[in-house]
């Protein structure tokens, strides 16, 4: 049990503006702000971490909000979509939401027995809120205007757009011991009986697409759940016998990760439990200090002066 791929852990996206990022995730969808850093390889530009109150494994969406960078472009190698499970009853209020505010929507549709609500962020990032068939027990965060009733409650499954699907279908059964378990026209549904919940990976196939480029409104990578160091070093042998160029363990500072770029092109991860968001802050406090690694500690005037304010 210990040794298995536990779903979705986080995804991580680009963004053009941080205030306008910070704001669309806080105060439209109604996440939680559980971290705000720096990215560690260029430390005067933010990393954001978005999620429930604890920022649980498969809640967090992270951003990388890069100030006039230019717009990406979705296409194949890439993670396509992020769906997010929601409470049966409550697209109604996100689409008056999303037509109060102005957000990019589409009408409600159904896939794979499901209705969701398909939406664009304000830099083109392509999401959807899903009424799952099956049970989703995770406690959301609710803000003054988003409540449990309608608030999200984590991922529901990600999408990767591929030239072919045969490889990375392959990966996700033989090493991560995903199952094929619906498929309609190009869309193969795989899912992991691990986890209740965030545990759906959809392959798209459309061969001749052209490739995806990352950058503004894309997604820069997938990580997947372990439970922690011994689990990862299990799949980093394991993905090493396959083949695949797999990185060190990288300390993420709330999390450890190591990485790979999956046959299909996506760049995956695989990132622990330990140590979580509280590592640096209280429960009470996440996301309201901007935290810094070690390193960049005696330079966090500079860097602060620098950082946009939200
Ligand atoms: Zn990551």
């Known amino acids: 049990m210990e040794n298995r791929i536990l779903g979705i852990h986080h995804i991580t996206a680009i963004a053009g503006t941080a205030k306008r990022n910070f704001n669309f995730y806080t105060n439209v969808l109604g996440l939680r702000f559980v971290k705000k850093t720096v990215n560690f390889d260029d430390p005067e530009t933010y990393h954001f971490y978005f999620g429930n109150e604890t920022g649980s494994p498969g809640t967090i969406l992270t951003f990388f909000p890069w100030e006039g960078t230019a717009p990406g472009r979705r296409g194949t190698g890439m993670a396509t979509e992020i769906g997010y499970s929601v409470p049966a009853g409550s697209l109604d209020f996100w689409l008056t939401r999303f037509q109060e505010r102005g957000i990019?929507?589409?009408?409600?549709?159904?896939?794979?027995?499901?209705?969701?609500?398909?939406?664009?962020?304000p830099d083109g990032l392509k999401l959807e809120l899903i009424v799952s068939k099956t049970a989703d027990e995770r406690a959301p965060w609710e803000t003054a205007d988003v409540n449990a009733d309608v608030a999200t409650k984590g991922f529901h499954n990600v999408t990767l757009t591929l030239e072919s699907i045969k490889n990375t279908a392959d990966l996700l059964t033989d090493i991560f011991s995903y199952q094929l378990v619906e498929q309609h026209v190009n869309r193969y549904r795989f899912t992991t009986d691990a986890v209740p919940n965030a545990a759906l990976v959809d392959l798209v196939e459309v061969p001749g697409e052209k490739r995806g480029q990352v950058a503004s409104g894309t997604i820069h990578h997938v990580a997947f759940r372990v439970k922690d160091d011994a689990a990862q070093m299990a799949f980093r042998e394991r993905i090493a016998a396959r083949g695949f160029n797999v990185t060190e363990p990288l300390d993420r500072n709330y999390f450890h990760s190591i990485y790979f770029r999956e046959p299909g092109g996506v760049l995956f991860e695989i990132a622990t439990d330990n140590p979580g968001f509280t590592v640096d802050e209280p429960l009470g406090e996440l996301g309201t200090n901007l935290k810094l690694p070690p390193q960049y500690e005696p330079r966090r005037a500079q860097i602060e002066s620098q950082l946009p304010v939200l």
């Open 104 to 121: 990019l929507y589409n009408k409600p549709t159904e896939r794979f027995g499901e209705t969701y609500l398909p939406f664009l962020d």
